[in-house]
């Protein structure tokens, strides 16, 4: 069943105009993904209904929500600062939906006691925004939007003020947190890592247009578009003879006996494994290797290597 349906939304504003249809199923984790400008936030608010769009239907269980009040739509935002109120404590954020809705003291209560359970964070709900980690500030602010119990969760770059320890950890806390609850989930990124890591399917957008909706799995090896090539993960354009190839940094294996070599210019750590700038024929290539594969090779060697794929 279909929770969410965009049709012909059309927003115009000034040198930018969004024009998307895509619908979202009943607990599907989806991702909107692209770069800064492309759309992706605006998209969400027409969603919440934050902005009114200028053309086209949102509908919600098959009913049209198009011009209903935020208020009357049943859906969770969670904001990329979070939006804490900084002078209520813990407990009084995660109560304040449920006090607009006029629930009673005693019920208030109990919901607000059970989402802290469920989300770990009983121990903190005397403290004040400014008194709680990062880490729990996004839970904070997931059991606020969740004690409703919303239709759908809205969550617009919750991760994008993290470092990456705490930004890896929650997003392994938020995939789990999905599968516990199957909440139905419209995330906005702009870090490809955190689209194919939480994402059932990817709705890439690039200049207010849709460029490819799939699973992380078939954007990253079957891209659609130039746009989505290049935007999904990192890939080298070789020219070989007459031909040019398209191929995935993994996609280069390294060996003695490689069909082609180069000459590395640079090389970069990352962790377990080596990211080598290779010139080759007048390609500068990117090959990605495990560090135990390339130790003691060094800027200025020369390298062999044989391609595993390439359009």
Do not use: C, W
Request: aromatic fraction near 10%; proline fraction near 4%; avoid cysteine.
């Amino acid at each position: 069943m279909k929770k969410i349906a965009l049709i012909g939304i059309k927003k115009r504003y000034p040198g930018f105009s969004l024009n998307v249809d895509f619908d979202v199923a009943n607990g599907e984790f989806i991702s909107i993904l692209g770069p800064s400008g492309s759309g992706k936030t605006t998209v969400l608010h027409i969603i919440a209904g934050f902005i009114r769009q200028d053309e086209g239907r949102i509908l919600k269980d098959g009913v049209d929500i198009s011009f209903l009040p935020v208020s009357n739509r049943n859906i969770g935002v969670v904001f990329q600062d979070y939006a804490l109120f900084p002078y209520l404590s813990v407990y009084s954020n995660i109560a304040f939906g449920l006090k607009i809705k006029h629930f009673d003291s005693k019920r208030v209560k109990k919901a607000v006691l059970n989402i802290a359970e469920q989300f770990g964070i009983t121990h903190i709900l005397n403290k004040y925004p400014d008194m709680i980690s990062g880490g729990e500030k996004q839970r904070v602010a997931v059991a606020r939007a969740m004690v409703v119990q919303p239709d759908v969760l809205l969550m617009d770059e919750p991760l994008s003020s993290l470092d990456a320890k705490i930004r890896e950890r929650l997003m392994k806390e938020l995939k789990e947190f999905h599968q516990r609850f199957n909440t139905t989930i419209i995330y906005v990124t702009h870090d490809q890592a955190e689209a194919m890591y939480l994402a059932g399917r990817i709705v890439l957008i690039d200049n207010g247009e849709i460029d490819q909706i799939d699973t992380p799995v078939n954007l990253y090896d079957n891209p659609k578009t130039a746009f989505a090539r290049e935007f999904i993960g990192k890939i080298n354009r070789l020219v070989v003879g007459r031909e040019v190839i398209y191929i995935r940094p993994e996609e280069i294996i390294m060996s003695r006996t490689g069909q082609f070599e180069g000459v590395v210019e640079e090389i970069v750590y990352l962790d377990s494994v080596v990211e080598m700038s290779v010139t080759m024929q007048g390609n500068r290539i990117l090959i990605r290797e495990f560090l135990r594969n390339v130790r003691g090779i060094k800027p200025g060697d020369v390298v062999r290597f044989d391609f595993e794929g390439g359009d």
